[in-house]
């Protein structure tokens, strides 16, 4: 397992276009975690998935963003519409329950520009 | 008011000598977690250290420790003996609760810190 994997690593898009992200997360890790990074900030989180079920969402998820992770496995992270103000890092997180103290292994992220 | 406010947006340091970058946090859970994350310029975000609000000692990995000083709120990271591979962003971020449920970390705004050989 060479961790989490997180595809594109860069994405353009014009403003009104969808975009979709991927995030593979350590194959053993039951927890997995979206956050948005704008530049000169601290990551923000935006959801929460312990297996299937999705149990936390920031009030930063606008309707526009949707996020599934159906099997337990991997998840997607949907921008409907996009926006400039979308442009960021996303930063996708798995941990594992059973090690609570021991976080949270992060990608490498997507960087999303809207022109 | 901020949970995690990180004072220092930027730090110069000389190579080989230690360096204290400053965190302090709000909570009113008196069980929560503290974390220091490293990201460097490809965007990862390397898991440094954690201490957890019960934890009566300081934590410690490799050459990273946790001055953790639970009724100042503070919980600065000081690296011995810096590298230039330490040059990065570094963000202080807390976890409330005990980690059992919905448990998002809480990022401070981080610092940059820069090694001068």
């Known amino acids: 397992d060479t961790g989490v994997s997180q595809n594109p690593r860069h994405k353009i898009t014009k403003r009104g276009q969808n975009v979709t992200f991927r995030c593979d997360p350590i194959?053993?890790?039951?927890?997995l975690y979206w956050y948005r990074q704008t530049l000169g900030q601290g990551p923000e989180f935006l959801t929460y998935?312990?297996?299937?079920?999705?149990?936390?969402k920031s009030r930063l998820l606008s309707d526009r963003f949707s996020a599934e992770r159906p099997k337990g496995s991997f998840s997607t992270l949907e921008i409907q519409r996009t926006e400039q103000g979308d442009s960021a890092m996303y930063l996708c997180?798995?941990?594992?329950?059973?090690?609570?103290?021991?976080?949270?292994?992060f990608g490498s992220g997507t960087r999303l520009t809207v022109v | 008011a901020q949970k995690i406010t990180q004072t220092q947006p930027g730090m110069f340091v000389q190579e080989k000598e230690a360096v204290t970058l400053d965190c302090t946090y709000d909570?009113?859970?008196?069980?929560?977690?503290l974390f220091w994350y490293k990201q460097p310029s490809s965007g990862e975000m390397i898991f440094l250290i954690y201490?957890?609000?019960?934890?009566?000692q300081n934590a410690t990995e490799g050459r990273y420790s946790l001055n953790f000083q639970k009724a100042r709120k503070s919980a600065n990271l000081v690296i011995s003996a810096s590298q230039l591979g330490d040059s990065a962003m570094y963000f202080c971020?807390?976890?409330?609760?005990?980690?059992?449920?919905?448990?998002?970390?809480?990022f401070g705004k981080g610092t940059h810190l820069i090694i001068q050989p």
């Open positions: 997180a798995s941990s594992s329950s059973s090690l609570p103290n021991y976080g949270y292994t």
């Open positions: 194959s053993e890790h039951n927890r």
């Open positions: 998935f312990q297996n299937e079920a999705q149990l936390e």
């Open positions: 909570t009113s859970d008196p069980s929560y977690g």
């Open positions: 201490q957890g609000s019960y934890d009566q």
């Open positions: 971020a807390m976890r409330e609760g005990q980690g059992g449920g919905a448990d998002g970390l809480t």
